[in-house]
T-cell receptor, first 110, second 117 residues
Framework: DAKTTQPPSMDCAEGRAANLPCNHS???????VYWYRQIHSQGPQYIIH???NNETNEMASLIITEDRKSSTLILPHATLRDTAVYYC???????????FGTGTRLQVFP | GAVVSQHPSWVICKSGTSVKIECRSL??????MFWYRQFPKQSLMLMAT?????????EQGVEKDKFLINHASLTLSTLTVTSAHPEDSSFYIC?????????????FGEGSWLTVV
C-alpha cells in the first residue's frame, strides 16, 4: 500500500484558507488520493478524492501535482468547526482498502 | 445524512461475554465493508474486509476467532467481539463501498464505543 506523509499538526485562523499538504511519492498510476477528516469521537467524514486532475466540491479543493507525488487539500475559508484530524489516504487499486496514517491535526482558532 | 449506520453507538459489557455491532448501508447495496478499530489518540487500524456471502479477510495480527465478522446481506455486516476483555475496549468503525471501482466513495459509519468492564 502506498504510504502517505503528513505534518502532525497545523494551525489556521478562522476565515483564512487552510492548506494541508500530503506526500505520496510511491503512489501508482491508477491509485486515487482520498481525504477524510475525523472530528473527535466520530467516524471519518469523506471530503474529496482525485486521481490526477484538481478537484473541487462544496467542502474543499484538492490540488494534485503533475507527478502525483504530492497533493494539497484546501479549505478555502476555515471555520472553528473545521477543527479535526485530516487524513490523506491512497486507495489500494486492487483491494479498495483505505489504510490510515497518523493524519494532520488542524486547529482553527478565532 | 448518514449513508452508513452503526448500532449500537456505545455498549458496555462484562468481561467474558460477547457483543455484536451492526453496520448497515442505508440506501445502497454494499458488497464490501471494512471494519476498523481505534484506540484513544491513535489512528484507525484496519481489522478486516467483509465481503457479502463469503468469509471475511483479516489483517495480520487480528484474531479471526475473537472478532467474528458476518456479511449476510448486501446491506448488513456484523462484528462480534467474543469473550470480551477490557483490552478490547475501543472505538469500532465500519465503512462501506457503494460501488466497486477505484474512484468511488467509501462511506464510514458513526462508530461504536465498546467498554468492557
Amino acid at each position: 500500500d502506498a504510504k502517505t506523509t503528513q505534518p502532525p499538526s497545523m494551525d489556521c485562523a478562522e476565515g483564512r484558507a487552510a492548506n494541508l499538504p500530503c506526500n505520496h511519492s510511491t503512489i501508482s498510476g491508477n491509485e486515487y488520493v482520498y481525504w477524510y477528516r475525523q472530528i473527535h469521537s466520530q467516524g471519518p467524514q469523506y471530503i474529496i478524492h482525485g486521481l490526477k486532475n484538481n478537484e473541487t466540491n462544496e467542502m474543499a479543493s484538492l490540488i494534485i501535482t503533475e507527478d502525483r507525488k504530492s497533493s494539497t487539500l484546501i479549505l478555502p475559508h476555515a471555520t472553528l468547526r473545521d477543527t479535526a484530524v485530516y487524513y490523506c489516504i491512497v486507495r489500494n487499486y486492487n483491494t479498495d482498502k483505505l489504510i490510515f496514517g497518523t493524519g494532520t491535526r488542524l486547529q482553527v482558532f478565532p | 445524512g448518514a449513508v452508513v449506520s452503526q448500532h449500537p453507538s456505545w455498549v458496555i459489557c462484562k468481561s467474558g461475554t460477547s457483543v455484536k455491532i451492526e453496520c448497515r448501508s442505508l440506501d445502497f447495496q454494499a458488497t464490501t465493508m471494512f471494519w476498523y478499530r481505534q484506540f484513544p489518540k491513535q489512528s484507525l487500524m484496519l481489522m478486516a474486509t467483509s465481503n457479502e456471502g463469503s468469509k471475511a479477510t483479516y489483517e495480520q495480527g487480528v484474531e479471526k476467532d475473537k472478532f467474528l465478522i458476518n456479511h449476510a446481506s448486501l446491506t448488513l455486516s456484523t462484528l462480534t467481539v467474543t469473550s470480551a476483555h477490557p483490552e478490547d475496549s475501543s472505538f469500532y468503525i465500519c465503512s462501506a463501498i457503494r460501488d466497486r471501482g477505484p474512484g468511488n466513495t467509501i462511506y464510514f459509519g458513526e462508530g461504536s464505543w465498546l467498554t468492557v468492564v
